[in-house]
């Protein structure tokens, strides 16, 4: 029983190959994200992937946008050949993204993961080479914990710099982890309601006027 029990945490906690959804032309920086959200960061395995979707399902409240982010250390000569690295320090890192819509609730952790890695995927960032702090962590099995908490806020970034701040304008939210452990990696706003609602609240024309064009941006970027 106790083999049985460290042979599933082993596979729970390695990294998977990318999916074959993948969009590696960064289109998901041009996409738009019409609605206010939430994104959860998880590493790109099964375990992740599972308790992404829970988090999501659970935690995300008041957006409409669901995204899973993910981080994949691989290494190879060619991006044709490229495999998931488990062991050593990472050399390169890849970013990358899906939309949630569907939390295949009833399902074990190793098919939730099969149907999310099944579903349209968007590179964010090719990360490389890594920054200092990430290039000094081992990244065993033995030493997941360590390695996500050093990529997370890196991860966070990117995703706020290539996909929330180019296009439509998007106010990413403080982070929220209580005590509890609740809460969202990535929250953001959609700033056209976020100044509607001053304009209603001030009877501000000049906020009115704002929230105008930034939807009407948003519309065009869309379009």
């Not at 920086?29 to 959860?40: H, I, Q, S, V, Y």
């Not at 957006?63 to 991006?79: A, D, E, K």
């Not at 969202?184 to 009115?208: I, K």
Request: aromatic share 6%; net charge neutral.
């Amino acid at each position: 029983m106790t083999v049985t029990t460290l042979s599933t945490r082993s596979e729970g906690s390695r990294y998977l190959n990318r999916p074959k959804t993948l969009h590696t032309d960064m289109r998901m920086t041009r996409m738009t994200l019409t609605d206010a959200g939430c994104g959860e960061i998880k590493q790109h395995n099964i375990n992740g992937i599972s308790e992404g979707l829970r988090q999501l399902r659970d935690d995300c409240h008041g957006g409409r946008s669901r995204i899973l982010i993910t981080f994949l250390p691989v290494h190879g000569p060619s991006w044709l050949r490229l495999r998931p690295q488990d062991e050593g320090v990472a050399e390169r890192v890849l970013v990358m993204a899906t939309y949630i819509t569907n939390y295949y609730s009833g399902m074990k952790p190793k098919e939730q993961a099969q149907q999310v890695l099944k579903q349209e995927w968007y590179l964010v960032e090719d990360m490389r080479p890594m920054p200092e702090p990430v290039a000094k962590v081992a990244m065993g099995l033995a030493n997941r914990g360590r390695f996500g908490s050093v990529m997370e806020p890196l991860v966070a970034d990117a995703f706020d710099r290539r996909v929330l701040q180019p296009q439509p304008p998007r106010r990413r939210l403080p982070e929220h982890r209580g005590g509890s452990g609740h809460g969202s990696d990535l929250l953001w706003s959609e700033l056209a309601g976020l100044y509607g609602e001053l304009a209603r609240e001030l009877g501000n024309p000049f906020f009115a006027e704002l929230a105008s064009e930034l939807a009407t941006y948003g519309e065009t970027q869309a379009a």
